[in-house]
């Protein structure tokens, strides 16, 4: 193979988008004035703060519309895994006193649910993690019997980071609702690539972030439904309603609600058709499998298990060919685990070690698919004569 | 944690994608196969011995493992060849990460697989040459070297 590809990268493809996004130029662009001349403190008094004030009100007003939610309803935060973490335990603890300790969440989650579920557990909570089946899709009636006079909180991830699987939403808050508990679902993967009305799903909060939409990193968003009662995970100045203080990132805030203000309809039928053509042509590659739905899953979302190769070993090749891909999740590149996600639907070790998620995203072309199923056709080509195991 | 952002050597790079031993070698006179469950690497290493020299006339791997792995297999077959078993023998895994010009921290176990993996081939050998009437158990998969690091750093 061409060592000279190696060293100078003539292409560069980014294909983990569902790590994180570029920021689109148009986002960027939005931000600047707030570092420089609309550098104010949203809580000032003055004409320079009233400025940051009212960008910071405006894109408020954006992201609540964007899931059918009214502007007091949105707290920003620091981040998506901020908001989930505030979501579980400002609502435990602001029910420590009435017995409801019952939190159902799932095996599929993004780790800062799990390890928050984790955290509350030695704080008296007890957690129920739902099942799924091999395409990732949790039971309804699984979730219905797990419902008792205990619970206090459903929280199911809207599109899952690795494989894909948007959960029925509806369904769930219909379930919720019935049963008279609290539903949150985490859409930091799902926002802006598929419908989130937090009304007809009946959600109570929502989890969003920034940088998965080409906005910023480090900005994320709350839906808090009227009402609830939560206690904040940060106290001070009183920010947020009083939910979150710190001085509000207004650059960054302002940059998440261009980034929802750009994002469009014609992106998703993009992302579908490139996921498409993707996915069907790995699966020409013999001795491959989707790992994921093939309906009802995230836009941007490619999981393959390329069966007797490391994984890693293909990520490594790709890259080689300046191809970004990811093993499991970017997150879970710190534990020595194999992904929790995989392990739920039923993948063996061996299975999950070779898997690989490809994310596209809204700037991915036809012409780079192409390119990368000719590489990936090369590269298992080579990576499975090399292996022992056939 | 340096060593995780620049995670690969030109040498380790150049081995992974272009390897020049891989593959199996017919009727071998040793083979060592060493791997473990809980990362999913295998390596397989082959033996080709000139009876007479006791020299290693020709040696190939085949590996399923990370990046790592298939540079540390190339590297360990690059520095056997040609080598007598007890030269041979004294191949650490040391010998082979300085061959690569280095490898992350957290990818040194790629390394002793591949020492164990000569081992292993080797001890087959003599096995099955009588030299030795039985074979250790020590470089089993079930020895836990292997940290199940695959994914870190990919
Ligand atoms: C589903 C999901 N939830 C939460 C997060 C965490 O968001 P953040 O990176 O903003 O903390 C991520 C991604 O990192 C995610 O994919
Ligand atoms: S062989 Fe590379 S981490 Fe196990």
């Known amino acids: 193979m061409e060592v000279n590809m190696l060293f100078n990268k003539q292409k560069s493809i980014y294909l983990d988008n569902a790590a994180t996004t570029s920021v689109d130029k148009e986002v960027v662009e939005a931000m600047i004035p707030y570092f420089s001349e609309k550098y104010g403190n949203a809580s000032s008094q003055h004409l320079i703060g009233q400025e940051a004030k009212r960008a910071l009100e405006e894109s408020r007003e954006i992201i609540a519309k964007s899931i059918g939610a009214k502007r007091d309803e949105i707290i920003f935060t620091g981040s998506g895994t901020e908001a989930n973490n505030f979501v579980l335990k400002g609502l435990f603890f602001a029910n420590k006193d009435n017995k409801k300790n019952h939190i159902i969440t799932t095996k599929i989650e993004h780790d800062c649910i799990l390890n928050a579920c984790k955290w509350l557990e030695t704080q008296g909570?007890?957690?129920t993690y739902l099942n799924v089946n091999n395409e990732g899709f949790i039971d309804l009636n699984e979730l219905k019997k797990s419902i008792t006079p205990e619970t206090l909180i459903v929280s199911v991830i809207h599109g899952n980071n690795e494989i894909g699987t948007i959960q029925d939403l509806k369904e769930i808050g219909k379930i919720c609702k019935e049963r008279g508990v609290h539903f949150h679902t985490d859409a930091c993967q799902s926002y802006?690539?598929?419908?989130?009305?937090?009304?007809?799903?009946?959600?109570?909060?929502?989890?969003?972030?920034?940088h998965k939409i080409h906005g910023p990193k480090g900005v994320g968003a709350l839906f808090i439904r009227k009402g609830i009662k939560i206690i904040p995970l940060l106290h001070g100045g009183g920010h947020e309603f009083g939910l979150r203080s710190s001085t509000e990132n207004v650059p960054g805030i302002v940059g998440f609600a261009k980034s929802v203000r750009i994002a469009k309809e014609s992106n998703i039928k993009h992302m579908e058709k490139l996921r498409d053509k993707l996915i069907e042509g790995i699966l020409k590659i013999p001795n491959t499998q989707l790992n994921g739905p093939r309906d009802k899953r995230l836009c941007?979302?490619?999981?393959?298990c390329f069966n007797n190769i490391e994984g890693e070993a293909i990520g490594g090749f790709l890259d080689s060919y300046g191809i970004s891909s990811s093993t499991g999740s970017a997150c879970s590149s710190h534990s020595l685990e194999p992904s929790h996600v995989l392990k739920a639907i039923g993948r063996t070790h061996v299975q999950i070690n070779s898997s690989v998620r490809l994310s596209i995203s809204k700037f991915t072309t036809d012409?780079?698919?192409?390119?990368?199923?000719e590489i990936l056709n090369k590269i298992v080509d080579k990576l499975r004569k090399m292996s022992p195991i056939k | 944690m340096a060593e995780q952002f620049n995670a690969y050597t030109k040498e380790v790079l150049k081995r992974f994608t272009n390897p020049k031993h891989f593959g199996e070698i017919k009727n071998p006179?040793?083979?060592g196969q060493v791997g473990n469950p809980v990362c999913g690497d295998v390596m397989k290493i082959y033996l080709k011995i000139d009876k007479k020299t006791e020299k290693i006339k020709d040696?190939?791997?085949q590996t399923f493992?990370?990046?790592?792995?298939?540079?540390?297999?190339?590297?360990?077959?690059?520095?056997?060849?040609?080598?007598?078993?007890?030269?041979a023998k004294k191949i650490t895994n040391k010998a082979i990460v300085d061959k690569l010009e280095g490898l992350p921290s957290i990818k040194i176990h790629c390394s002793v697989l591949?020492?164990?993996?000569?081992?292993?081939?080797i001890e087959d050998y003599e096995f099955k040459t009588g030299k030795i009437s039985k074979k250790s158990e020590r470089y089993d998969d079930e020895d836990g070297s292997c940290e199940g690091n695959c994914a870190i750093a990919g």
């Open chain 1, 367 to 373: 012409e780079e698919i192409d390119y990368v199923l």
């Open chain 1, 300 to 304: 941007n979302n490619i999981n393959v």
């Open chain 2, 59 to 61: 040696i190939k791997f």
């Open chain 1, 125 to 127: 909570a007890k957690v």
């Open chain 2, 65 to 87: 493992g990370c990046v790592s792995a298939i540079a540390s297999s190339d590297a360990l077959c690059e520095l056997a060849k040609g080598k007598t078993i007890s030269e």
């Open chain 2, 114 to 121: 591949g020492a164990n993996g000569l081992k292993k081939a």
């Open chain 1, 192 to 210: 802006t690539k598929t419908d989130i009305d937090v009304n007809k799903q009946n959600l109570d909060f929502v989890t969003l972030n920034a």
């Open chain 2, 29 to 31: 006179d040793g083979v």
